[in-house]
């Protein structure tokens, strides 16, 4: 395994080391990369000093004085949504002036665990419904367009992923979800045991979702138990299986300094990792030795937030193409921000629902135990509960984003 810290000097792009590198290249097979014939413009005037804070898209919606132009605006809403691992996998090149597009960039795959790129296309789906909110702040209705020029079946490829529209309509009012765009984090602490989610909660929250009958949860003890044990066995076994961990550690930044250089995947951040750092127990060769008390304590940890999932929301789509991918994404994002807006934390699991053979035994056991049988899909599944406040991830600025 390579376990050198040396990152490129430009940390808008890139992967968080040598065999993550080889890996993703070797995934793409051959296949030309969409930044390697688009270069970047920066957007953000002076006044917003998001080149240099990796959180400084979660101090404040973003606004007129700093984001003159609508779509960007928006943009700036849209880099806040929930994506698996962290990748932020978006490009967006402005087009005319009320349009845009949405491109992979297609360097930031998981090409081990997600080799058809199913969650990075639910990642768009989430991307874009944030961006659905925030427009709807300026009195905005999107024109949305899935997959323009069509999609690729065994991975996304450099064709857009979405066209937008940016329609003024007088009748359109702030999404009240917007209000919690800003508290909405992805949580991954222990939820308090004594407070349940109630059937109540559920179906509330199922009342607020885009199409009736995607989503689907539940709080009672017994199913929800059944849930739990699979997520548990679906999280050992990926820890298990050296490629997929292996995939997943080349991709987390270990401390402040190496997020200083990256500011997108999974980020081990506090006092704790600094002092583990200095004294070397904490390297990413201790993160995948299974051997390593590193590596034990890890894992003991956030099993330790998965035993306390007593409520469960999951997203089942009538088949597995692309634009059910991306309309799960849609979902879940405005399940996330709904879940926020009644002081609960959510938790997607997604282990079980991986592309790698491995998995594939524990994948049927949670389409069989959800009722959900092929064509059909689970595209999400996530724990709900009450917990303390999680910290943000980092961001890139949406100007590291934009395609000239």
């Not at 490829?157 to 009748?171: G, L, Q």
């Not at 405005?334 to 053979?357: E, V």
């Amino acid at each position: 395994m390579h376990t050198t810290g040396d990152f490129p000097e430009d940390g808008r792009g890139g992967d968080g080391g040598g065999l993550a590198r080889r890996s993703i290249l070797q995934g793409l097979a051959g296949a030309a990369l969409l930044g390697a014939s688009c270069s970047r413009v920066m957007a953000a005037p002076p006044g917003i000093n998001t080149d240099s804070d990796p959180l400084a898209g979660w101090q404040g919606l973003p606004n007129a004085a700093h984001y003159p132009d609508p779509r960007v605006r928006a943009l700036a809403y849209a880099i806040l949504a929930p994506n698996v691992q962290n990748l932020q996998p978006w490009m967006a090149r402005l087009v005319g002036g009320d349009s845009l597009l949405v491109f992979a960039d297609l360097s930031r795959r998981l090409p081990v665990s997600d080799p058809p790129d199913r969650q990075l296309t639910v990642s768009f789906g989430t991307f874009t419904e944030l961006m659905c909110v925030g427009a709807s702040v300026d009195g905005y209705r999107l024109e949305i367009k899935p997959f323009p020029n069509g999609a690729g079946t065994a991975m996304l490829d450099t064709r857009p992923i979405v066209a937008i529209r940016f329609v003024r309509d007088a009748t359109v009012q702030p999404d009240p979800l917007v209000e919690h765009v800003l508290t909405r984090s992805t949580n991954r602490l222990p939820f308090d045991p004594t407070v349940r989610v109630t059937a109540e909660q559920i179906d509330k929250l199922r009342a607020q979702a885009i199409r009736s009958g995607l989503l689907q949860g539940t709080a009672d003890p017994a199913f929800a138990k059944r849930i739990r044990d699979i997520a548990r066995k679906a999280f050992l076994l990926e820890m298990s299986t050296a490629g997929v961990r292996r995939e997943l550690v080349n991709l987390t930044r270990i401390g402040k300094a190496e997020l200083s250089s990256y500011r997108w995947g999974p980020a081990l951040l506090g006092p704790a990792v600094e002092a583990a750092i200095a004294d070397g127990s904490m390297t990413r060769a201790s993160l995948d030795d299974v051997t390593s008390a590193r590596y034990r304590a890890g894992v003991e940890s956030y099993l330790g937030a998965v035993d306390t999932g007593q409520a469960y929301f999951w997203i089942a789509t009538a088949n597995n193409k692309r634009e059910s991918m991306f309309e799960a994404g849609r979902e879940w994002a405005r399940l996330h921000l709904g879940a926020t807006s009644i002081g609960l934390k959510l938790q997607p699991h997604s282990q079980a629902l991986h592309d790698y053979p491995a998995i594939a035994e524990l994948k049927t056991q949670l389409h069989d135990l959800l009722g959900v049988s092929s064509p059909a899909r689970i595209q999400m599944l996530g724990r709900i509960g009450a917990a303390a406040v999680a910290p943000h991830s980092p961001r890139e600025a949406i100007s590291w984003r934009l395609l000239a």
